[in-house]
């Protein structure tokens, strides 16, 4: 059985306090990205020599780290906890850049749980398998519907983002990520917490237009002074007649939106991974 798990993008990103257990409280809009990964997944004969119970193998354009940290892994170890499931080979071939702010590490693990519940009938309901998602990740509970959430505490909980007038279908979106690792935890030592003058999902509910105005990512600040390239990727976004442009996340991607497909972006982002989808 396969699946197709896509990535997000932050559709503002707010940090507006530290809590008690040290990590943060965001307030941002999740917005899924038809730009995915591929996920397989098959009964493991009982013949097979294979020390634990799921075999991986990762292939595609972006590695995924040591198998012992794959969310894939770890997603089904957490099932097979508290499921009888037969043992699997699991295969996933990476499109979706890692360490980029575009979920796709949490997405891959996500929609394992999805994969596993629908393959062996296991019947939870979304709020069940959520329950399982944030165990591996603040953003994996979105992937489990995909669909644009306002998220807020670390990024678990989720609400709806916006009506039939603030949503981005039919828009076209240009993707870009320098080859430019960015540490999240640096990213927010360098961030004071504080109440945005806009909430987010309000101004994402408002005409496009006025969202370079009023739409921010408090990582941009710190990151760029880091990485003063991503700045000039966002700037020439705009360049190039993004109607809105930002970095995804903590970073090292950067998105524009388009009212028409954007031409030539590979071509100006020479050396960059790219990619255009329409929303």
């Known amino acids: 059985m396969i699946t197709f798990p896509c990535c997000k993008i932050n ?3 707010n940090v507006v306090g530290l809590r008690e257990d040290g990590f ?59 499921f009888d499931i037969p043992r699997i080979h699991a295969h996933l071939y990476k499109r979706i850049p890692v360490q980029a702010g575009l979920g796709g590490g949490s997405s891959d693990a996500a929609f394992m749980i999805r994969l596993l519940d629908e393959r062996f009938r296991l019947n939870m309901g979304n709020a069940e ?41 039919g828009y076209w979106l240009a993707i870009v990520r320098p080859d430019i690792a960015v540490s999240t935890a640096e990213a927010y030592k360098a961030i004071t917490p504080r109440e ?19 739409l921010r990512n408090d990582f941009e600040e710190p990151v760029f002074k880091m990485h003063p390239e991503l700045q000039a990727v966002k700037e020439q976004l705009y360049d190039m007649g993004a109607l809105y442009a930002q970095m995804s996340g903590s970073g090292s991607a950067l998105y524009g939106i388009f009212r028409d497909a954007p031409a030539e972006v590979a071509e100006t982002f020479e050396g960059m991974f790219t990619a255009v989808v329409r929303l």
């Open 11 to 13: 559709l503002g990103l």
């Open 24 to 82: 943060h409280n965001i307030e941002t809009v999740f917005y899924p990205v038809p730009l995915t990964d591929v996920l397989e997944i098959k009964k493991m004969d009982d013949r097979f020599p294979c020390r634990g119970n799921i075999d991986i193998h990762v292939s595609g354009d972006f590695e995924a780290g040591n198998e012992s940290d794959n969310l894939v892994v770890k997603a089904y170890n957490l099932i097979a906890a508290d």
């Open 129 to 169: 398998m959520e329950h399982y998602a944030v165990q591996l990740g603040a953003d994996c509970p979105f992937f489990i519907n995909a669909e644009p959430a306002y998220a807020t505490g670390i990024g678990e909980e989720l609400e709806p983002a916006d009506d039939a007038d603030g949503n981005l279908d």
């Open 196 to 214: 945005p003058e806009n909430n987010c999902r309000m101004v994402v509910r408002q005409p496009i237009d006025t969202w370079r105005d009023n």
